[in-house]
């Protein structure tokens, strides 16, 4: 495979992803319904007909213009094989099908795009991990500039990497005037609205439609549980903090779903399968949520917290498992109260905070309102947009 | 419990529900860790004392305006117990806590959220239920009138009723000019914003970055299958539509998986346990969502269908799963086409569609864009919003 093009090396497939060639087709063997790759490096790979079929990036198969697929599958006979196949002088697996059609697999996006065991492993093994965190975050706190973040790329970059591998992060230099907000969301993406607006202004309200809208203390939670998808970043922008107590608190809520679990298994189990309802009501609006507190992904992994005690309605659960509920759920917020778990910081105007809030729980100590003024002002931003955007910018 | 002060059924409390009083609390008794409620009407619930106390509704325990919870259970010992219970004059359950707390519980509401198997059995029939559908919806097509829906909030109630259990409404006598799905969307709270703006507009382009920007036949779909949360209605709202072809084409996708359950439960499974990637790119966005065709619930029925597949990515899976993967996947496209499934129109200027994109997947076919003018535009707004103002139109 010496004789390969070096300019083909990493060429992006028009989809702004490169495939770099990590190893060589070495040969191409067949079985009754796929093909098995073996690899220059001894990794042995299959790809039934039906997928390189499926897979086919022909201009016929795939619109060239949006680079999605014109072919549904169901449009090839199910039994489909190929007729002949051969590794090219370019190293591309060529694949003639019965019916004529040809296809060519570049060998990068091959082994990019291979199920075989290893291959998966080693996909798993390079998602982005979050970094957990206590009390020690305190001390080195991920903090940018605002200013930087406004105008460089590699600093936004660097900013939203922070934003999703360690949850929480700070932003100074920010003026201290409503609605900066605003362009800082266009720098991802856009804002989501809530009931609450684009914007919401947090102080204390006497027609509260919600306790964040009062000056108590505010337990640790996350926003919005009342919706199926909790919203991904929650901005906290600090316009004027000049009343007694109303301090920022935190905890990682992934750090502590890890502690339950291995403290006590059974406990993180029942709080990852018993659907919890959470509730908000205003004379416009009423929304209920049916989630539990702690939800894993495709891979089982931790993906999401969701907590707010004011906002919990009666748990409805067999009753043989109400025992065991609540042993869960008071050892869960027990622990958002341990010091190792908790950074505490009185936020100056100026400042923000931005921090994923299905991830991060916060909460805010009660405050004297007749002390001086606070006033935040806030915002959400999808956790899609965020990574959407962390895509574009690593390109 | 005749002696009960009639004034107090159905009394809200203070949220806009209300409690109907349908059986008397008629003795209770105590376990060690739980009372026992027997019933007028022979039911039985047991309640755990944690969860009594956890639900007290008292001003200490609650805040009268927001009507949100201050205690949090972990604040009172896990083994508290009732010193003294009692049934008042006017039917209520009084619990003197061993603390010196006083709970005082409306018989109505510890109906509404007991516990037993009966009482959850009995929540679980109340449920809104999906009224499934197939070609037939052609004849029958759940039709309103714009102007009665902006005017009437009894003609908006009975459109979103339609709009959540059938899936698929048209609204008639729409003003065929842009923007008038704003007007609409305000009617029920606020449009989802995408990175394809708060209004799209659905027209052949030249530089398109979707297929649903050409005018190519454009399979069953569901919008954003790339997003985390896929929206929850669409709006197709049509300002012309003198091309030939460009015919809308649904399909209720909870019937199809409905179908497939019935005919081959291991392919049903295989999509409903598969993480399968989603992806759209631009020049300015990268969006990627894996997860599985068909969600379920927290009960186990079906509550999402996600497929677009021009905007599938390859299927990464386990080499043994592959061969039932794609029998599944095209079985469940197969059934898309079935005439039996289908409600195909032609949507005329100044009428719209309003689908659950959730589970209604929806197809254009062709259309020739030297033959006459197509627009469309479209918005969407999440089923949080719908069911939020069900709920209010309904107090």
Redesign the interface.
Known sequence: MNALDPSLEAAPIA??RSYPISADLAAVSATH??LEISWSDGRVS?F?H??LR??CACSQCV?G??????L???DVP?ELSPQRTRIDEQGHLLVDWQDGHHSRFHPGWLRA?A???AS?AE?RAQRPQSRLWGAELAEQLPQFDYQAVLEDDGALLHWLLAVRDVGLTQLLGVPASAGALQQLGKRI??I??S?FGVLFDVQSK??????A??S?NL?MHTDLP????QPGLQFLHCLVNDARGGESIFVDGFAIAEALHQEAPELFHILCTT?VEFRN?SR?????????IIAL??HGLVSEVRMA????G??????ER??EL??A??RF??MT?EPRFRVQRRLQAGQLWCFDNRRTLHARSEFDPASGARHFQGCYV???EL??RI??LQ?
Chains 1, 2 share one sequence.
């Open positions: 989809d702004w319904d796929s299959p039934h039906q997928w499926d897979n619109y213009v949006t680079r999605e697929q014109l549904e599958i169901v199910e795009h199920y075989d065991e998966r996909r993406s856009f989501r609205e009931n006497a027609d509260a439609d919600s306790n809208y009062t108590f337990p009342t919706r199926e998808l659907p009501k416009t609006s009423d929304y209920r949520c049916l989630a539990p992904d495709a005690n004011f906002l919990r009666p748990f409805d659960a067999p009753a109400m025992p609540y042993r759920y008071r917020i027990a109260r999808d956790r899609d990574l959407s895509h574009v390109r």
